[in-house]
């Protein structure tokens, strides 16, 4: 299956809806999706999605729903994030992981393995999404090796799904 093309679509209830928007309010002190949006989940080759249309604005990782980058830039979300100078910018946005040294700021309630968004320290705007190899005070502490591992940025197979 060409990525892009969906199975098992369907449509979520309202009491789904609001159970989604529950958890990723829980996740990201937001939720991308609105209880007046018609949301669907589906699976595609790799990922299971949350669609507005045919925009992915969300994926599961580890069965726990986390809005894409098109979800995030969808509101301004001030939690699970880890910031980037702009030295780190150009290879975390070709999917190169988090290194600690590149890090300038992180929200500091972030534990191991927490699904965090990734941002430049000069636009504050998304630029990846990934999982916390290390608690946010230890990502600004540590000065060497991985922080976050990179599992979707901008312009990568999960931000073009649907445009095919």
């Not at 199975?7 to 609001?18: C, D, V």
């Not at 991308?32 to 992915?56: F, H, M, N, R, Y």
């Not at 990782?61 to 030295?87: A, C, E, H």
Request: net charge positive; proline share 4%.
């Amino acid at each position: 299956m060409a990525e892009g093309k969906f199975r098992n679509r369907h449509r979520l209830s309202k009491k789904e809806l609001k159970a989604l928007q529950q958890q990723l309010i829980s996740l990201t002190g937001f939720s991308p999706v609105s209880e007046d949006t018609s949301v669907d989940v589906a699976q595609t080759d790799k990922w299971t999605v949350i669609l507005d249309g045919a925009e992915v604005i969300g994926i599961y990782i580890d069965d726990r729903p986390f809005p894409t980058i098109k979800g995030l830039l969808r509101s301004n979300p001030q939690i699970r994030y880890v910031t980037v100078d702009m030295g780190a910018v150009k290879f975390v946005a070709s999917g190169a992981d988090v290194m600690a040294p590149g890090i300038v700021d992180v929200d500091q309630n972030i534990k191991e393995g927490d699904a965090v968004w990734v941002r430049d320290v000069n636009n504050k705007k998304p630029i990846a999404i990934g999982i916390a190899l290390r608690a946010g005070p230890k990502m600004i502490s540590d000065k060497k090796g991985k922080a976050v591992k990179n599992i979707h940025y901008v312009g990568d197979e999960i931000w073009n799904i649907g445009k095919q």
